[in-house]
Nanobody, 120 residues
Framework: QVQLVESGGGLVQPGGSLRLSCAAS????????MGWYRQAPGKQRELVAG???????SYADTVKGRFTISRDNAKNTGYLQMTGLKPEDTAVYYC??????????????WGQGTQVTVST
């Protein structure tokens, strides 16, 4: 079993910054993908940023240039640095990982979510 613990959410004013963390623990063989998703009220969950084991990253167009995803492999921890936050970034942010040494057999896990609210 794998546990994901997220932290770093909160209330911030427009233009502010937050850093989310996702610490993975448990039966971890190899994290092949780590991503951050978000879900705003009444909307579908969407992928915000992702990073694969090689370090290649990808971002949603809405956050490019403002958000940065990174990971510390030694600590099995991932981060999402968010800058220039806008009210439309308000959502519950979820950490998602895929684990498995065999690329054809991957196990997916989700964190519990952390609330990010951008408001005056």
């Amino acid at each position: 079993q794998v546990q994901l613990v997220e932290s770093g959410g909160g209330l911030v004013q427009p233009g502010g910054s937050l850093r989310l963390s996702c610490a993975a623990s448990g039966s971890i063989s190899s994290i092949t993908f780590m991503g951050w998703y978000r879900q705003a009220p009444g909307k579908q969950r969407e992928l915000v940023a992702g990073i694969i084991s090689s370090g290649v990253t990808s971002y949603a167009d809405t956050v490019k240039g403002r958000f940065t995803i990174s990971r510390d492999n030694a600590k099995n921890t991932g981060y999402l640095q968010m800058t220039g936050l806008k009210p439309e970034d308000t959502a519950v942010y979820y950490c998602h990982v895929k684990i498995g040494r065999d690329p054809t057999i991957q196990y997916a896990y989700w964190g519990q979510g952390t609330q990010v609210t951008v408001s005056t």
